[in-house]
């Protein structure tokens, strides 16, 4: 069983920032700890360029470069430096400005198996959270209205769609009724996305589901 | 590729016009396609040019063609401009404009083969799916906008665009491997 939504097309949507904040954040995630990601990604970029290269142009102003030619003179080259202190390089790039002191120091809620914590971003109708589930465990069943998009920054879990690895980005819909189970050799940390509230389905689920909201 | 590089190293102001002259007109499009009004493209078009010439030095054949990484400044300046009355504290840095730690030696003829491979794949679509690419990528606009200009029922936009995305990456698929 597979969603309905494809990482392609989350990847195409990306190069043309198409995608809602949060669903972004996850895809750059994505591509900065995942190489054969990026690899797809690059020919998404390139759709772009070539879209742009073959627009029907639009006439500019006609001071429009003398315009330009002022604004320069007072533009200094910008350099790429590392900015700041060395970054913990546990943290993904994209996620260092939400995350700036480490994994750690963030305010986890425990239940149970999982531990969450919810990222702050402004956007209506999302869950961002980061997730981390204790070596060997197993969330309850559940079933997603909307999709769940989750990206794997550390360790690794299985569910009925596979085996999914540091950097994979993994889709979830209404027609995924699964089960994830973290690793044996380590906790499994996750940034994930929902774009609806989750309804558990397991027989111990229904009772929790007021109160555990995954 | 050739004129960021003389902008880059010597501040060619003749070789910027040129990037200029071809590519302002195209930004200031993408950016009216997108909904700004005249004014606000145009002087987005400004900011674009005036990032171009400030980051020339950044730029890698490794990881973009000349056009993808144009664009790629285009589509986050009007990210900026968005979000300006809005500033969001979780705004990830934009990978693609970072400079690879370790490019590898023979990524830049692959990233410029890669742009000649999805042109001619595009070229390849059929006329619809070339134009429903067109509009809901470059245009931005939205399945149910999409739908309502073409009078297709909205499952047909999504699904013709799907196929088209099908296509490229099928086209593409073994070079992507």
């Known amino acids: 069983m597979t969603a309905d939504l494809t990482v392609d097309e989350l990847l195409f949507d990306h190069a043309f920032a198409k995608l809602p904040e949060p669903v972004a954040l996850v895809v750059s995630t994505h591509l900065s700890l995942s190489p054969a990601g990026r690899a797809r990604y690059a020919a998404c970029r390139a759709l772009a360029g070539v879209l742009l290269d073959t627009a029907e142009p639009e006439p500019l102003a006609p001071d429009a470069w003398s315009r330009l030619e002022r604004a320069i003179e007072r533009a200094d080259p910008i350099r790429v430096e590392q900015q700041g202190p060395p970054a913990d390089p546990r943290v993904p790039p994209p996620l260092r400005r939400l995350v700036p002191n480490g994994f750690e120091a963030l305010p986890w809620r425990n239940l149970g198996p999982l531990q969450e914590v919810q990222l702050p971003l402004s956007a209506q109708g999302y869950r961002t959270r980061l997730l981390r589930l204790a070596a060997g465990k197993r969330v309850p069943r559940h079933t ?22 540091r950097g994979d980005l993994v889709i979830a819909d209404a027609s995924v009724d699964h089960r994830p189970v973290a690793d044996e050799d380590g906790d499994c940390l996750c940034l994930t996305v929902i774009d609806a509230p989750l309804r558990l389905t397991g027989p111990i689920g229904r009772l929790l589901n007021p109160l555990l909201r995954i | 590729m050739r004129d960021l590089r003389a902008i880059a190293r010597d501040g060619d102001r003749a070789a910027f016009h040129r990037l200029f002259d071809h590519f302002g007109p195209r930004v200031k499009a993408y950016l009216r396609r997108l909904g700004s009004d005249d004014e606000t493209a145009e002087d987005l078009t400004q900011e674009v040019f005036v990032s171009i010439w400030r980051r020339a030095g950044q730029f890698d054949p490794a990881k973009a063609s000349v056009a993808t990484w144009v664009f790629t400044i285009a589509r986050n300046k009007r990210i900026d401009a968005l979000r300006r009355d809005r500033p969001t504290p979780g705004e990830p840095d934009d990978p693609e404009l970072e400079i690879d730690p370790a490019p590898r030696g023979d990524a830049i003829a692959e990233f410029n083969q890669l742009s000649g491979l999805v042109m001619r794949a595009v070229e390849t679509l059929p006329e619809e799916q070339k134009r429903l690419l067109k509009i809901f990528y470059f245009e931005g606009k939205p399945h149910s906008a999409i739908a309502e200009e073409l009078g297709l029922p909205l499952g047909t936009v999504k699904s013709r665009l799907r196929l088209a995305l099908g296509k490229l990456r099928a086209l593409l698929g073994d070079e992507l491997a």
């Open chain 1, 144 to 165: 997603h209205e909307g999709h769940e998009l989750t990206v794997v920054i550390e360790g690794g879990f299985r569910d009925e769609q596979g085996h999914h690895l």
